[in-house]
């Protein structure tokens, strides 16, 4: 009986092990619910939408506030285009380059308080995260501090001369101007620096411990350094994420969000789990301010949904969350068309991929899912339980043929949260997932196949 007991003991030791090897990093309960996201929305709203002459690198020439009159200003109508398309979050850019903000911050003048929207009494970041919560999608804001056009500010935050304030009075401008958006909205699913933020030590503010202290659950995109809940820019803006693309990193990146970085793929044995978003435009990058803000006579400047498919692909397809810039126009509207587009991008994607042909999980090696009969497979997607990180560092997926022979149809190294694949139709009734090489015992959340 007791060697039986130690067995036992022995065996579940070795579970437990296997559980949290020491070679394995694994997300915290926000990235989790994050990758489970998906799909988000990113939206536009600044002075170029009035003023698309303007210039915020040409300072003194900032546009008066009063010209900034959405007079059909509808943020329901926003937020029901993100659940039409899937989205799970919608980020709202509260400022951008110009230095105008979307609330009535105490820090300078140029706000919506001073404009004619609701008689200067509007606060279209309030009116957002209500919509948001209304509806059930996740609410984040875009709070870009690296550029201000209204106060002489460059990237990456640095305050340029002839500015009619020194970098120490910027410093707690943004200080102020961070505590308003994370103290007075509620909990935020997600913030925004685009182009990242100075750290004290370069004439910045202290963003990492004002996070933790107002908004400790929230995921930051290229938010300070240290933070818990970072994830990473992917290198380009049109929805196509490196392949490989790992959720873990060796750091983060603090690039302006243009310019291409090295080390963009991630590492499987780097310390931290940082996953990447890929971020793209509903409007072609040749429109207005490559399709993230309106412009006039550009509605008809939309990609094609099979463009948009082969974007979802390689975004969520290769393990990481996609964002998609949907642009506001002078009314304080979506577009009618970019309304419609939204919604057959949604559609299609629910169509190509929310119904598998089958389905298997669970551990180890090797997962074989048999159909009844032999059918033509042309696409699929493999997700790891990420609960317990990343363990697969190769696989390769064999059809079985009517003659019964074996075809490798899909191969790869890491597969993460979800990894699709499409390639031509083969005519199967049998397919073999194969894990080639693990950091440990691997955990597959779902295996499923679509027919052609």
């Known amino acids: 009986m007791k060697r039986i007991y130690l067995l036992g003991l022995v065996a579940l030791i070795l579970w437990a092990c296997d559980d949290k090897p020491e070679n394995v990093v694994t997300p915290n309960k926000a990235q989790l619910e994050w990758a489970d996201a998906e799909i988000g929305v990113l939206l536009h709203l600044d002075m170029p939408v009035f003023h698309p002459e303007y210039n915020h690198r040409a300072y003194g020439t900032h546009p008066d506030p009063m010209t900034f009159n959405p007079t059909e200003l509808n943020t329901d109508q926003w937020i029901e285009t993100?659940?039409?398309?899937?989205?799970?979050?919608?980020?709202?850019?509260?400022?951008?380059?110009?230095?105008?903000?979307?609330?009535?911050?105490?820090?300078?003048?140029?706000?919506?308080?001073?404009?004619?929207?609701?008689?200067?009494?509007?606060?279209?970041?309030?009116?957002?995260?209500?919509?948001?919560?209304?509806?059930?999608?996740?609410p984040g804001i875009y709070a870009n501090m690296a550029t201000n056009g209204y106060l002489w500010v460059d990237n990456p935050g640095v305050v340029q001369p002839g500015s009619p304030i020194t970098q120490e009075q910027y410093a707690d401008i943004i200080q102020r101007q961070l505590t308003e958006l994370w103290s007075n909205y509620g909990e935020l699913f997600e913030v925004w620096f685009d182009g990242g933020i100075l750290s004290p030590a370069q004439g910045g503010t202290d963003a990492l411990g004002l996070l933790r202290k107002l908004q400790p659950n929230a995921i930051a995109f290229q938010g300070p350094y240290g933070y818990e809940n970072l994830i990473r820019w992917v290198g380009n803006e049109v929805g196509t994420a490196p392949d490989p693309c790992w959720a873990t990193a060796d750091s983060t990146t603090n690039s302006d969000g243009?310019?291409?970085?090295?080390?963009?793929?991630?590492?499987?044995?780097?310390?931290?789990?940082?996953?990447?978003?890929?971020?793209?435009?509903?409007?072609?990058?040749?429109?207005?301010?490559?399709?993230?803000?309106?412009?006039?006579?550009?509605?008809?400047?939309?990609?094609?949904?099979?463009?948009?498919?082969?974007?979802?692909?390689?975004?969520?397809?290769?393990?990481?969350?996609?964002?998609?810039?949907?642009?506001?126009d002078n009314r304080g509207l979506i577009p009618q068309p970019d309304v419609q587009r939204a919604t057959e991008y949604g559609q299609a994607i629910e169509r190509r991929y929310g119904h598998p042909t089958a389905t298997t999980k669970g551990k180890g090696n090797e997962f074989v899912i048999k159909l009844k009969e032999t059918t033509s497979i042309d696409r699929l997607y493999i997700q790891e339980d990420i609960r317990y990180g990343e363990r697969v560092l190769a696989w390769h997926?064999?059809?079985?043929?009517?003659?019964?022979?074996?075809?490798?149809?899909?191969e790869g190294t890491n597969i993460g949260h979800k990894r699709i694949c499409t390639f031509p139709a083969v005519q199967t009734a049998q397919l073999r997932l194969i894990i080639d090489e693990s950091k440990a015992k691997p955990r597959i959340r779902k295996f499923a196949i679509f027919e052609e």
């Not at 009535?104 to 140029?110: A, I, R």
């Not at 309030?126 to 996740?138: D, L, P, Q, T």
């Not at 997926?397 to 899909?410: C, H, L, N, R, V």
Request: hydrophobic content about 35%; some cysteine; proline content about 4%.
């Open 82 to 138: 993100a659940q039409k398309l899937g989205a799970k979050y919608a980020v709202l850019t509260a400022k951008h380059g110009s230095g105008f903000t979307l609330w009535p911050t105490k820090t300078h003048e140029y706000n919506v308080s001073n404009c004619p929207y609701k008689d200067g009494k509007g606060d279209i970041v309030a009116e957002f995260v209500a919509s948001c919560r209304k509806y059930g999608i996740r």
């Open 258 to 328: 243009v310019q291409v970085i090295q080390g963009l793929n991630g590492n499987p044995n780097a310390p931290f789990w940082c996953p990447g978003e890929s971020d793209f435009t509903l409007r072609r990058r040749e429109s207005f301010e490559g399709g993230w803000i309106w412009h006039t006579g550009q509605d008809d400047m939309l990609y094609d949904i099979d463009e948009l498919m082969k974007r979802y692909e390689t975004s969520v397809g290769r393990n990481t969350n996609m964002l998609l810039g949907l642009v506001i």
């Open 397 to 410: 997926i064999e059809a079985t043929m009517a003659d019964g022979t074996t075809k490798t149809i899909a």
